[in-house]
């Protein structure tokens, strides 16, 4: 198969391409690798984060009993879901596959993928990969910055400073990780929940108390991030979904992105789903493993 470029910066809605992951892949849950493979794909598909299919060759198809349910994946045709007998329980629908696929999307016979929040750990090679695998064609940087940064929400300025560190994302919008000192602290309530990025590593949440309104899980913040985003580390950002953000007096357009659909835990998005609403949206914490993260 072929190496083709992930249709990650390509606006057709229902676009999907699929290349060699190029790498071994396992999946462990219950003490029983359910996944050891070397000839996996890696599947881009607009809206979603990338994803493994494995050759069914080289999964425990025998702990795995096909259980009727179907669904419709629409780019990627019907799902066909299966049960996976660990040993010790059965997960109801752990993993689907798609005996035909729409003419638009390559063919995935002979293929199965895996929820992945039901494997207690996933490995490239030797290393573990939380959340989903990472995307070849994204890149991201933490640089220092002397831009003049300002977050302002209903008329209440809730950061300033001129040393934030700049996060650029090739697949997102930019983030601004500013010093604690620099931030009203005063007004920032510790929340339960978390989340996991695999290029960044575990976020803590903060809501936001202004007046008499809370808004949930609006301020974030990575204590121990992966060497390659260091420079984030102990400093504090905001959802520029939620908040008026200006840099040098400039203010910024609020970005269009799955979180300001789904907040903080969003997995995905289409077009025409609603605004999150950080006020009266309930709390969650990032590790229930019946949400994709």
């Not at 990025?197 to 976020?203: I, L, V």
Request: glycine residues 8%; negative net charge.
């Amino acid at each position: 198969m072929g190496a083709v470029k992930g249709p990650g910066v390509v606006p057709e809605e229902h676009a999907v391409a699929l290349e060699p992951a190029r790498r071994r892949v396992r999946a462990l849950v219950d003490g029983v690798y359910v996944v050891d493979s070397e000839r996996a794909v890696l599947l881009f598909e607009v809206g979603f984060t990338p994803r493994w299919y494995l050759p069914w060759d080289d999964v425990r198809a025998d702990r795995m009993t096909a259980n009727g349910r179907s669904t419709d994946t629409a780019a990627r045709g019907p799902a066909r879901w299966w049960d996976l007998d660990t040993g010790r329980r059965t997960i109801d629908s752990a993993a689907w596959d798609h005996p035909q696929t729409p003419p638009s999307c390559p063919s995935l016979r002979g293929f199965v993928s895996f929820e992945w929040n039901v494997m207690d750990a996933w490995f490239q090679e030797d290393e573990e990969i939380r959340v989903h695998p990472r995307d070849p064609y994204s890149r991201v940087e933490a640089l220092a910055s002397s831009r003049h940064v300002e977050i302002i929400l209903d008329g209440t300025v809730l950061a300033d400073t001129r040393s934030p560190v700049v996060l650029i994302e090739t697949n997102g919008p930019i983030r601004y990780y500013l010093p604690p000192l620099d931030v009203r602290r005063e007004l920032l309530v510790p929340s339960d929940s978390f989340t996991e990025c695999p290029d960044k590593g575990r976020a803590s949440y903060w809501h936001v108390d202004v007046g008499d309104l809370r808004y949930h899980d609006l301020f974030w913040s990575y204590e121990a991030p992966f060497r390659a985003v260091a420079g984030i580390a102990g400093h504090l950002c905001a959802f520029g979904e939620f908040v008026d953000l200006a840099v040098d007096g400039e203010l910024i357009d609020r970005p269009d992105t799955k979180w300001a659909h789904g907040g903080p835990n969003a997995y995905t998005w289409r077009p025409g789903d609603g605004a999150w609403d950080p006020v009266g949206a309930p709390t969650w914490r990032g590790d229930d493993r019946g949400t994709h993260r």
